[in-house]
């Protein structure tokens, strides 16, 4: 419906100075900065750290630092974050963002390949963010849920990709992925999920009790 995204934003509680800031810069010096994640979205994980008192937080797709410091400030005391970024001149900007907003001590940003920094960490995570490299959203699958905590949660955004997964012409490696992946969760019965239609789709993953590995 036309406006229902503009009128959920207007009755939501507003970023504070310092995320304000970091999307203005993420605006002016991106070429994409829609691939931040929206002040909604946003608050909808602070909500999730909020309720979780999740210790240890891994997001895969730091790109300009704002989910990341958005989740931070609603941490427990001894709760850490790390994030993942391909490019370091998105590492750069959130972790100018995260030192300017005191929690460089509370977020890790590691620059390389997710899949490959992944392997190297042991877990377990509390929660999970997945947020970036939609074509192999299925192969993080594999990747992610080991690492989950006995109550951890596996948050995966795009998961509607702007309705793109219903539209059978859209042959695009990222959609195909998404697309996989959704089918991929929803057969597994070792796994209980929901798909959200928050701004671009957010899909929650548990495992669960006593599930049948498939």
């Known amino acids: 419906m036309p406006g229902i995204e503009e009128y959920a ?10 995320l304000l800031s970091l999307a203005a810069e993420t605006q002016a010096r991106c070429e994409r900065p829609h691939m931040m994640v929206g002040p909604v979205e946003a608050r909808f994980l602070q909500f999730l750290v909020w309720a979780l008192h999740p210790r240890t937080i891994l997001e895969i797709g730091t790109f300009t630092g704002y989910s990341a410091l958005s989740m931070a ?21 959130a972790r100018k ?25 042991p877990g377990p995570f509390d929660l999970i963010l997945l947020d970036a490299d939609q074509a192999h959203f299925p192969e993080y699958l594999d990747e992610l849920v080991p ?68």
């Open 9 to 18: 934003l207007a009755h939501t509680t507003p970023d504070p100075p310092s």
């Open 73 to 93: 400030g609603e941490l427990p005391p001894d709760g850490h974050i790390v994030t993942c970024e391909l490019s370091q001149e998105h590492a750069d900007i």
């Open 97 to 121: 963002h995260i030192a300017t907003a005191g929690h460089e001590d509370r977020i890790t940003v590691v620059v390389g390949p997710a899949m490959e920094t992944i392997r190297t960490l």
């Open 147 to 214: 690492k989950l905590g006995d109550k951890g949660v596996l948050a995966v955004d795009n998961t509607l990709w702007s309705g793109a997964v219903l539209d059978k012409s859209d042959t695009l490696d990222s959609t195909e992925g998404i697309r996989r992946f959704n089918d991929l969760v929803a057969a597994r019965t070792d796994l209980i999920s929901v798909l959200l239609s928050v701004r671009d789709g957010l899909t929650l993953i548990r495992r669960a009790p006593g599930g049948t590995p498939t």
